[in-house]
């Protein structure tokens, strides 16, 4: 971890339900909303050297702290976090910046939030999906390896159609539901 890492410029904006979530931004160019793992924030991608990397290629990093992580609010109301809430908040970060032409990127948590962002009606120019965003679905592989990469690239001959991608996403999220105890 790099503890002389820029924090980039710390903002708010109004999360689906009007939540004042936090983000930050580094770099100037093209924008790409980078979204987080579980139990992270957006700082790790500015300590680690990812966003300075990115910021010297010529983006803009946003990095959202997500609901209930960083140094976004964390409500205690369970209706505070109904289902696809962090992808809503997603998308009302790039409504709220007015974004046309941007990247999208996330890595594990973010990873999913990013599919379900997709299948919602996001149109980034090029996804990435990292850690746990494409592993298994039902004991199948979610997509054969490397086509995720391709897609990303361009390279791909035949990238998957709007509903096919949204079903995708959907087999994922029904097959992803965390499991909780009471106590």
């Known amino acids: ?21 936090v983000y930050r931004s580094i770099g100037e160019g093209r ?12 700082l ?9 990397a990115l910021a010297g290629r010529g983006y803009r990093v946003i990095a959202p702290d997500l609901r209930g992580h960083g140094d ?4 205690h109301d369970p209706a505070a976090y109904p289902p696809d809430v962090l992808a809503d908040d997603g998308l009302a970060l790039i409504d709220f910046l007015q974004l046309r032409d941007y990247d999208l990127g996330g890595y594990s948590l973010g990873g999913r939030i990013v599919l379900r962002m997709l299948a919602r009606g996001a149109r980034p120019a090029h996804a990435i999906i990292g850690g746990q965003g494409l592993t298994r679905s039902a ?8 086509t995720a990469a391709r897609w990303v690239s361009g390279r791909s001959a035949r990238r998957p159609g709007r ?16 499991r909780c105890r009471r106590t």
């Open 72 to 75: 976004s609010p964390r409500p």
């Open 31 to 42: 924008p790409f909303v980078l979204l987080h793992g579980f139990t992270s924030s957006g």
């Open 44 to 52: 790790q991608f500015l300590q680690h050297g990812l966003a300075d």
């Open 139 to 146: 004991g199948r592989p979610a997509v054969p390896a490397g």
């Open 1 to 21: 971890m790099n503890a002389d890492a820029d924090t980039g410029s710390l903002a708010t904006f109004p999360g689906r339900d009007g939540l004042g979530l």
């Open 163 to 178: 509903r096919r991608l949204a079903r995708r996403a959907g087999r994922y999220a029904r097959t992803r539901r965390p």
